[in-house]
């Protein structure tokens, strides 16, 4: 690997113990790394520091002698220390995420938190990901857009068919083969371009609107389906059903009767209901996803150990698939235990006969674990961004006989 890959050249590790020093300098030497402060612990390299010294990196074991890791990061963040941090310990993995987001929670620049001995894997990895993670703290604070929409203009947006559907493939972790797809909403408004749901989907609860905007979606939803089976693609999609769709009994009927009018079977689509919804009107959400069910269409549990009483939602509700949430996906890479809950919820749904997703897969590595821990399906960047339906289809065309 050659140095000109990193900006790294000037590095501070801060351990208590010589021989990490004498063990990973090697290492450095081998990442174009040649300039290595050793330091016994946070007291010195907070005196260094203060000195004007100047480091690209440091690196920071915990338990230390003096002034300890933790201590020594909450002083780095009293002075507004602006250079990267590699947290790397051999202390447990719940007490490394925990300093992490500490040091974050100070506005520090923590590039990862690895567990001790520094392999040169990932620590290059770490390397890699320095210029990225300091653009985005150094970056200019972009103000949040703030959108404030009618309610009329959201009801011409759905009479229009400005709200459209986006599709994110699942593919077998086995085979990585399409397996089939989730839709997500995009406005396409005329002036502001295109418009996350984070933007309207509040807006069209709060105003009555959501169930007019549910149908649409689920029309547009029922074509899509029928022109990949028509196109030789026999997949079904995945449809994210409101919070207060649970309070309607008439969704259900609502809902069936438009598969069976565009001649779709209700079991090629999976109705995906957000865990932490569940536990707002309980009596009605087990009528309505019950009647679901019995119509015959699957009912997925989204964004799973996120939300209220997770065991609980198993046991009471009726679901056939249970969808792994983002956080603790895109985590596993670098905390062992997001890998152990990761890895214990799909035993766990496996053993209650349900099909696992995992969502927010971006990358080879988490693939590779998730074929290690007989994940079903998977979703995420690695796959492909949400695409404009028409666009999906041109994709799916492209990618149906590959192993993605």
Same mark, same amino acid.
């Not at 200019?140 to 103000?143: G, I, K, L, R, V």
């Given at each position: 690997?050659?140095?000109?890959?990193?900006?790294?050249?000037?590095?501070?590790?801060?351990?208590?113990?010589e021989?990490?020093?004498?063990?990973?300098?090697?290492?450095?030497?081998?990442? @174009?790394?040649?300039?290595?402060?050793f330091?016994?612990?946070?007291?010195?390299?907070?005196?260094?520091?203060?000195q *004007?010294?100047?480091f690209? #990196?440091?690196?920071?074991? +915990?338990?230390?002698?003096?002034?300890?890791?933790?201590?020594? #990061?909450?002083? %780095? @963040?009293?002075? &507004?220390?602006?250079?990267?941090?590699?947290? &790397?310990?051999?202390?447990?993995?719940?007490?490394?995420?925990?300093?992490?987001?500490? !040091?974050?929670?100070?506005n520090?620049?923590?590039?990862?938190?690895?567990?001790?001995?520094?392999?040169?894997?990932?620590?290059?990895?770490? +390397?890699?990901?320095?210029?990225?993670? /300091?653009?985005?703290?150094?970056a200019?604070?972009?103000?949040r857009?703030?959108?404030?929409?009618?309610?009329?203009? %959201?009801?011409?947006?759905i009479?229009? @068919?400005?709200? $459209?559907?986006?599709?994110?493939? *699942?593919?077998?972790?086995q085979?990585?083969?399409?397996?089939?797809?989730? +839709? #997500?909403?995009?406005?396409?408004?005329?002036?502001?371009?295109?418009?996350?749901?984070?933007?309207?989907?509040?807006?069209a609860?709060?105003?009555?609107?959501?169930?007019?905007?549910?149908?649409? #979606?689920?029309? =547009?939803?029922?074509?899509y389906?029928? =022109?990949?089976?028509?196109?030789?693609?026999?997949?079904?999609?995945?449809? &994210? %059903?409101?919070?207060?769709?649970?309070?309607?009994?008439?969704?259900?009927?609502?809902?069936? @009767?438009? /598969?069976k009018?565009?001649?779709? /079977?209700?079991?090629?689509?999976? +109705?995906?209901?957000?865990?932490?919804?569940?536990?707002?009107?309980?009596?009605?959400?087990?009528?309505?996803?019950?009647?679901?069910?019995?119509?015959?269409?699957n009912?997925?549990?989204?964004d799973?150990?996120?939300?209220?009483?997770?065991?609980?939602?198993?046991?009471?509700?009726?679901?056939?698939?249970?969808?792994?949430?983002?956080?603790?996906?895109?985590?596993?890479?670098?905390? $062992?235990?997001s890998?152990?809950?990761?890895?214990?919820?799909? !035993?766990?749904?496996?053993?209650?006969?349900?099909?696992?997703?995992?969502?927010?897969?971006?990358?080879?590595?988490?693939?590779e674990?998730?074929?290690?821990?007989? /994940?079903?399906?998977?979703?995420?960047?690695?796959?492909?961004?949400?695409?404009?339906?028409?666009?999906?289809?041109?994709?799916?065309?492209e990618?149906?006989?590959?192993?993605?």
């Open positions: 690997m050659k140095s000109t890959q990193f900006s790294v050249k000037k590095v501070m590790l801060v351990d208590d113990d021989m990490v020093f004498v063990i990973t300098k090697p290492l450095f030497n081998k990442l @174009g790394i040649n300039e290595v402060k330091v016994e612990d946070g007291q010195q390299a907070l005196d260094l520091i203060k *004007q010294h100047e690209d #990196l440091v690196i920071l074991d +915990l338990n230390m002698p003096n002034m300890d890791g933790i201590e020594f #990061l909450s002083s %780095l @963040g009293a002075m &507004n220390y602006r250079k990267p941090i590699l947290i &790397n310990s051999g202390t447990d993995d719940r007490l490394l995420g925990a300093v992490k987001k500490m !040091a974050v929670a100070h520090l620049i923590v590039v990862d938190a690895l567990t001790k001995p520094l392999s040169i894997r990932n620590f290059s990895q770490s +390397l890699t990901r320095i210029e990225e993670v /300091c653009a985005s703290h150094n200019p604070a972009q103000p857009t703030v959108y404030e929409f009618s309610r009329e203009e %959201l009801q011409n947006a009479i229009q @068919g400005e709200i $459209q559907s986006y599709f994110q493939a *699942q593919i077998s972790v085979s990585r083969k399409v397996v089939g797809a989730e +839709l #997500l909403a995009r406005w396409h408004h005329p002036i502001h371009g295109v418009i996350s749901p984070l933007h309207f989907i509040p807006l609860e709060q105003t009555g609107l959501i169930k007019p905007l549910s149908i649409a #979606l689920f029309e =547009q939803l029922l074509s389906i029928e =022109q990949w089976h028509q196109q030789g693609y026999p997949i079904g999609a995945s449809f &994210n %059903l409101s919070a207060l769709a649970l309070d309607d009994k008439k969704m259900p009927d609502l809902l069936g @009767g438009m /598969c009018n565009a001649g779709i /079977c209700p079991s090629t689509i999976t +109705l995906e209901v957000t865990e932490s919804l569940l536990h707002k009107s309980e009596a009605n959400a087990i009528e309505v996803l019950g009647r679901f069910s019995l119509i015959g269409f009912l997925s549990i989204d799973f150990g996120t939300g209220y009483s997770s065991l609980e939602q198993l046991k009471m509700f009726p679901f056939e698939e249970l969808k792994i949430d983002r956080s603790f996906v895109q985590r596993m890479e670098t905390e $062992q235990v890998e152990t809950i990761v890895e214990s919820n799909i !035993a766990l749904g496996h053993r209650l006969g349900m099909s696992i997703v995992a969502e927010g897969v971006e990358t080879e590595r988490i693939m674990l998730m074929l290690n821990y007989n /994940c079903d399906k998977a979703q995420g960047f690695l796959i492909n961004k949400p695409t404009e339906g028409k666009q999906f289809g041109l994709w799916l065309k990618n149906w006989n590959k192993s993605l």
